[in-house]
């Protein structure tokens, strides 16, 4: 499937949607949208995902399958200045995946457009219709679980989780990322975006997700949010005791001590963070912080490679920042 990634003004560090698929997806992105960056390249930006050119609206996009928004404000509100790209989509007979809380569905000219140009609204954080309470099951199958957590929102959870897959599968192991928000979902055809469940049912889809999973060796269940974020620290709790993980992977952004968007709110420190993730899981599973993952991307080389060094040694684990560095035989080895 050929697809165009709408960006608009978000590119590259707000759009974390675009940017997983151009690292992890098998779609051919043909183009990004945004109107900010119109004439530049993704390698411009990105040298080591997949090049695309950037254009200014859907309408100077090449031929493609489907329109993808990569964006999910905070909120995951539509925003109106993206409809007359949705609607040329459309028009053009092109599906269009969105992970944003407005559902497209639910937009009677968009649903009318694509009713009358055989195109399709996917609306990837509306979950199943069945999910329940959580049994207390997730703990019982023969894979070894995994679930990446991190210090705040954005720090690189959805992409660690994606680099152990990959590393254990170069190791031999059947290995598979358990997708729990929108980006993963669209990266990988399936999963269920847990911020948008039903409190009570949470833990339940996690559950489900996990024994649906297709993996003997390993799974890997894409963390969300924080323990100490003031918004968004219940999904990450329902993610924790969901999963009933065997092993907790900690990421983390270089230099950030506050949670973003919320400045007034210090990030603890590093251990004292390990140990408050680890007697929250306790009560379900046994799970440690067994590494670390760190994103420097804000850093040199030089410096990049000192914070992981300082990081490892903060949390008393292996580290790595598996984008820049990889997921080294010590880190994969702490992990599986």
């Known amino acids: ?46 040298p080591d995902v997949q090049d695309a050119p950037i254009v200014a609206s859907m309408a100077d996009a090449p031929e493609v399958d489907a329109l993808v928004v990569g964006i999910s404000p905070i909120g995951g509100e539509f925003d109106e200045s993206w409809r007359e790209d949705v609607r040329t989509a459309l028009e053009r007979g092109c599906d269009v995946y969105s992970g944003l809380h407005d559902f497209l569905a639910d937009d009677a000219e968009l649903t009318r457009l694509a009713e009358e140009h055989g195109a399709e609204l996917h609306d990837l954080r509306k979950p199943p219709e069945d999910l329940s309470v959580a049994a207390g099951t997730a703990g019982d199958i023969d894979a070894t679980v995994v679930t990446t957590v991190g210090t705040d929102c954005s720090t690189g959870k959805m992409t660690a989780s994606f680099e152990i897959r990959d590393a254990a599968r170069e190791r031999g192991l059947d290995a598979a990322v358990v997708p729990t928000g929108q980006t993963g979902i669209a990266i990988t055809g399936w999963g269920i975006v847990i911020d948008r469940v039903i409190a009570d049912y949470a833990a339940g889809a996690v559950e489900r997700l996990v024994e649906d999973a297709q993996a003997a060796d390993l799974l890997v269940v894409e963390g969300q949010g924080a323990l100490a974020h003031p918004a968004y620290s219940g999904v990450t709790t329902s993610i924790l005791h969901g999963s009933a993980p065997d092993a907790l992977v900690m990421c983390h952004e270089a230099g950030r001590e ?5 400045e007034s709110f210090a990030i603890p420190p590093l251990s004292e963070y390990v140990d408050i993730y680890e007697r929250l899981a306790a009560p379900i599973s046994d799970a ?21 060094t300082e990081y490892g040694d ?6 790595t920042d598996p984008v820049r560095h990889g997921v080294p035989d010590e880190v994969l080895d702490a992990i599986v």
């Open 1 to 46: 499937m050929a697809v165009a990634i709408l960006t608009h003004d978000a590119f590259p560090d707000r759009a974390k949607t675009a940017v997983g698929l151009l690292r992890y997806g098998d779609r051919e992105v043909r183009a990004l949208i945004d109107r900010e960056r119109v004439g530049q390249r993704v390698h411009d930006t990105l």
């Open 314 to 319: 903060a949390l008393g684990t292996p580290a």
């Open 258 to 262: 506050a949670i973003h968007g919320y």
């Open 288 to 308: 440690s912080v067994v590494a670390g993952m760190l994103n420097t991307r804000h850093l040199d080389d030089d410096a990049a490679a000192d914070a992981v």
